[in-house]
């Protein structure tokens, strides 16, 4: 399994690759929209995680932009936020329990993963 | 008057509730950082009970994390707290630069979205006023600065006291308007300017707020 995570906080996301690759996954960081768009034209994923609140693109619309690139790629949000609006928002487009606030138990993380991939 | 102040404590909780969003926001980054790092840790652990060695460096490091991110947790709570302290008193003294630097610290959310960077400076010029207003106005001038600027842009803001006025200056180095239209100042910017007593001018590339050091 493939994932590729997008989020601002650089210790975070850099933290939880480091744990899911001890887990077996492949799994890629970046903490931008941009470097998300260059990544996915040069490696394939399977799976997006996707932060809603990161700086120039809110992680809805960036996930409609790598959906178009990448139409196979499913998509988890992952949420500091937690405003009603996010989740109304978010939930419509990836489903409500592909929608997890922070901070997640990476084994609740690996099973929504691991749901997702096989469904 | 009645009305006026209804209006003024709106926009007041109305600030007071987005600065509360962004401080949650970012406690749950910390928080968020704080439990993947101590789950590495855990995850170490296990590798360890299985002979597995782990290199000293990779503990430091996710050590060295986790305090880092208490001393960020801390920070912002340092920095909500004084700002919720500045309603204990309808009037209150304090120094001027440093409310404005507390209110750029608890903007920083907004403005890191947009990736635009402001400098502050210690300046010596003291204040008596309502302090929540005032950091009500110069938050909502902050929030109208992100939105009309591009991205990555630095505004340097400095204090000065010049006799009985304080001066607040947005300057930025490429001389871009700061004003978006005629909409800015908007009803609530121009209510809380009001009972500040407080004048705006803005050409290109500055923004001058002006109001009394002792609001009587």
Redesign the interface.
């Known amino acids: 399994m493939r994932v590729l995570l997008v989020d601002d906080e650089e210790e975070l996301v850099s933290t939880l690759a480091e744990r899911l690759t001890m887990r077996g996954l492949t799994a890629a960081w970046v903490t931008g929209y941009r470097a998300a768009l260059d990544i996915v034209e040069k490696e394939p994923f399977d799976i997006a995680l996707l932060d809603v609140r990161l700086p120039e693109m809110n992680g809805l619309e960036l996930k409609r932009l790598l959906a178009a690139r990448c139409p196979e790629m499913k998509f988890i949000f992952l949420t500091g936020h937690g405003s009603e609006e996010d989740f109304k928002a978010c939930s419509a487009e990836s489903g409500k329990e592909y929608y997890l606030i922070k901070p997640v138990q990476i084994e609740v993380l690996m099973a929504k993963l691991n749901e997702i991939f096989q469904g | 008057m009645e009305q006026a102040h209804n209006t003024l404590d709106a926009v007041c909780l109305q600030v007071f509730g987005k600065i509360s969003?962004s401080v949650?926001?970012?406690?749950?980054?910390v928080?968020?950082?704080?439990?993947?790092?101590a789950?590495?840790l855990d995850?170490f652990a296990l590798l360890a009970a299985k002979g597995v060695e782990i290199p000293a460096d990779r503990l430091n490091i996710?050590t060295a994390?986790i305090l880092?991110?208490v001393k960020r947790g801390d920070t912002i709570l340092r920095n909500m707290n004084r700002f919720a302290h500045t309603t204990d008193a309808p009037v209150l003294q304090s120094n001027a630069a440093e409310i404005v630097a507390l209110v750029v610290d608890l903007a920083a959310r907004q403005s890191?979205?947009?990736?635009v960077t402001f400098t502050t400076a210690p300046a010596a010029g003291m204040i008596r006023t309502c302090l929540v207003y005032f950091e009500a106005c110069i938050y909502l001038l902050l929030r109208q600065i992100i939105e009309v600027l591009p991205?990555k842009e630095t505004v340097a803001i400095s204090v000065t006291q010049e006799e009985n006025t304080i001066l607040i200056r947005f300057a930025n180095g490429n001389g871009l308007p700061m004003i978006a239209d005629q909409t800015f100042p908007g009803e609530q910017e121009k209510a809380l300017m009001a009972w500040l007593k407080a004048e705006m001018s803005a050409g290109p590339g500055a923004l001058v707020l002006r109001l009394p050091a002792d609001i009587g």
């Open positions: 969003a949650s926001h970012d406690l749950k980054n928080l968020a950082i704080i439990n993947e790092s789950g590495l995850d996710t994390r880092r991110q890191a979205m947009k990736e991205a």
